[in-house]
């Protein structure tokens, strides 16, 4: 009898946390590559990179028939060094709580900016060698990234429309009113989108303006990105930005001019069997710097195993003016050497082109 009842207990005290857990789920990407970066110059190496792996739970509650919970929590992890993010903190990606229902949904935390997401139509290489913000996102100012202390609200959708609007008080605001860049006073941004998916086309509409912090200047911009399937086999890709840098208020007019330039490019994807796809984008960046421009070209071909489960290999390439060494490998990507080639304080990849081939294998759990 006793024994029955110790059964019975432990069965009891085995099913609370999964009843506690039933609306949660696991998920990651072990994305991992091997790749052979060469800047032009005095570069040349062979690296082995973590390509924004991550960790993460989430889950929602359904409070009643018009109101629901939900939340995320996501770390980046290094599967090449098995770090967190080389510190403590352990919610450093998208990590949020909300309530949504028929009026849309509002969250707030710390997660991708509705103009970072909007890049998404295009960006067919993200997180690879020749990811598109090698030559997109270059300012000096803050712009196009995972901001602190936001608050999102995204309408329901209509007809295959939505619109996203976010405000971020970055690190938080300041009680110290003295003028001084650490103070982080006016340290807030503000993004929007205007997001479309139907039939064949996928395609956003961004605009996003934040201020300067203790290290960064003052920075706004818009985006476009499209994606449209000709056929069941090919489709065709497309994006343009423009952004503004106006910096401090010590920064000169040749500081502002290489914060501020038009980027645009277009792209493809080809499927070549079933689960065989051939990619190809081409980029250029318009500085208002003197002789700062950059063209950026990438090909590569996918193959996913499964549903889980994708290799790749690409090769990409960065031709920059005399002013400046863009390389196609400095985003998204714990491998990304720079400096290399500073001899007596000069870079000698400047002007150079910049050139990476990478094989990768993306584990989706």
């Given amino acids: 009898m006793n024994m029955k009842l110790i059964a019975v207990a432990v069965g009891a005290a085995l099913s609370v946390p999964a009843i506690a857990m039933a609306d949660v789920s696991i998920y990651g990407r072990a994305h991992v ?20 792996s991550r960790l993460g739970f989430k889950g929602d509650n359904q409070v009643n028939p018009d109101l629901k919970a939900f939340f995320q929590i996501e770390q980046q992890i290094n ?6 993010n080389g510190g403590t903190d352990f919610a450093t990606r998208d990590t949020f709580v909300g309530l949504s229902g028929n009026f849309g949904a509002i969250q707030v935390g710390r997660f991708d900016s509705p103009f970072k997401v909007a890049r998404g139509p295009f960006n067919i290489f993200g997180d690879q060698v020749g990811d598109m913000n090698n030559l997109a996102r270059v300012t000096a100012g803050r712009l196009d990234e995972r901001y602190d202390n936001t608050i999102q609200y995204t309408t329901p959708s209509f007809n295959g ?67 449209y399937k000709i056929t069941d ?15 401090f208020d010590a920064t000169t007019n040749t500081q502002r001019d290489a914060g501020s330039f038009n980027v645009y490019g277009l792209g493809g994807e080809f499927a070549i069997a079933k689960n065989t796809a051939l990619k190809a984008t081409w980029m250029t960046n318009d500085s208002d710097a003197e002789s700062a421009d950059a063209d950026m070209w990438v090909v590569g071909v996918e193959h996913k195993l499964d549903k889980a489960v994708r290799v790749y290999a690409n090769y990409a390439v960065v031709d920059n003016d005399k002013n400046v060494a863009y390389s196609p490998w400095a985003q998204s990507r714990t491998a990304t050497p720079s400096n290399q080639s500073i001899v007596n304080g000069v870079n000698e990849a400047l002007g150079e082109e910049a050139a990476g081939f990478t094989v990768g294998l993306r584990y989706d759990f």
């Fill in 79 to 84: 599967f090449t060094t098995g770090a967190s």
């Fill in 233 to 247: 086999t090919f489709k065709l890709v497309g994006f343009y930005q423009t952004t503004d840098f106006d910096g």
């Fill in 33 to 52: 590559s091997v790749d052979y970066l060469d800047d032009g110059a005095k570069y040349s190496e062979t690296n082995l990179s973590s390509n924004s």
């Fill in 161 to 227: 429309f939505n619109a996203k609007v976010a405000y971020s008080m970055y690190k938080g605001q300041s009680l110290n009113i003295t003028d001084t860049n650490a103070n982080n006073e006016d340290s807030d941004a503000f993004s929007a989108s205007l997001n479309y998916i139907g039939g064949p086309l996928e395609a956003s509409l961004a605009y996003e303006q934040v201020e300067e912090d203790a290290l960064r200047g003052e920075a706004d911009s818009i985006r476009a990105a499209a994606a």
